[in-house]
């Protein structure tokens, strides 16, 4: 449907609706939905309880199931089968970045590094944007018991730490949606727009605020 788009990436902070986004454009496009393995890390619960000291081997976790999944993304996009994915690896590394210590975070880069060069890079990538008053109120909503425990210092620092990565970003084309003003409880983002910007968007940066 989309002339030359087989890989859509969707991004953003904890809370700011990727998931939700990734499984209406999937239907919508006809497409393969890639969720990322977040859920299946048995050290996450651990994680956010006691953060130093389960941060490196959760993220290594989560950089060795990230890492397997983009290979399959890169090998299927051979095949030009549309595929919608809810984040890319440099996810991990933004993340990574927030909760290692800076010898741990040097070992993490190196195989980090090796890893991302094989990773999949979207035709189109989807930056999702929201304040963190609503970030925080959509993690309450959800009710997901361990996020519970998630302060708004740390979101603050999530939402700044990929504000900052994505203001460089140029491995892909990048469309920014605002959904902040957006209440996902009664309303959700218009498919055919998005569509729409998506065709727009084929190089640089645009931004779409629905």
Same mark, same amino acid.
Do not use: W
């Given at each position: 449907m989309l002339d030359r788009i087989h890989h859509i990436a969707i991004e953003g902070p904890i809370g700011v609706g990727k998931s939700r986004l990734a499984r209406a454009l999937a239907s919508?496009?006809?497409? +393969?939905?890639?969720?990322? !393995?977040?859920?299946s890390n048995p050290l996450l619960e651990k994680f956010y309880s006691d953060m130093p000291k389960y941060a490196?081997?959760?993220?290594?976790?989560?950089?060795v199931s990230r890492y397997q999944q983009q290979c399959e993304l890169s090998r299927g996009h051979l095949l030009r089968s549309t595929v919608i994915s809810d984040?890319?690896?440099? /996810? $991990? /590394?933004?993340f990574a970045g927030l909760t290692l210590n800076e010898d741990e975070f040097k070992l993490y880069t190196?195989?980090?590094?090796?890893?991302?060069? +094989?990773?999949? /890079?979207p035709d189109i990538l989807l930056l999702l944007r929201a304040d963190v008053d609503t970030l925080m109120e959509r993690v309450r909503k959800r009710g997901i018991h361990y996020e519970a425990q998630l302060t708004r210092d740390y979101? @603050?620092?999530?939402?700044?730490?990929y504000e900052q990565y994505f203001r460089s970003y140029q491995d892909s084309p990048l469309l920014v949606v605002e959904t902040g003003s957006l $209440?996902?409880?009664?309303?959700?983002? $218009?498919? $055919?727009?998005?569509?729409? @910007?998506?065709?727009?968007?084929?190089?640089?940066?645009?931004?779409?605020? !629905?």
């Amino acid at each position: 449907m989309l002339d030359r788009i087989h890989h859509i990436a969707i991004e953003g902070p904890i809370g700011v609706g990727k998931s939700r986004l990734a499984r209406a454009l999937a239907s919508r496009l006809g497409a +393969r939905l890639v969720l990322e !393995p977040a859920k299946s890390n048995p050290l996450l619960e651990k994680f956010y309880s006691d953060m130093p000291k389960y941060a490196l081997a959760a993220q290594l976790v989560f950089l060795v199931s990230r890492y397997q999944q983009q290979c399959e993304l890169s090998r299927g996009h051979l095949l030009r089968s549309t595929v919608i994915s809810d984040y890319i690896l440099a /996810k $991990d /590394k933004i993340f990574a970045g927030l909760t290692l210590n800076e010898d741990e975070f040097k070992l993490y880069t190196q195989v980090y590094e090796v890893m991302a060069a +094989r990773a999949a /890079k979207p035709d189109i990538l989807l930056l999702l944007r929201a304040d963190v008053d609503t970030l925080m109120e959509r993690v309450r909503k959800r009710g997901i018991h361990y996020e519970a425990q998630l302060t708004r210092d740390y979101m @603050e620092t999530v939402t700044a730490q990929y504000e900052q990565y994505f203001r460089s970003y140029q491995d892909s084309p990048l469309l920014v949606v605002e959904t902040g003003s957006l $209440d996902y409880s009664k309303e959700s983002i $218009d498919l $055919d727009e998005l569509v729409a @910007e998506i065709e727009q968007t084929r190089s640089g940066r645009r931004v779409y605020a !629905p």
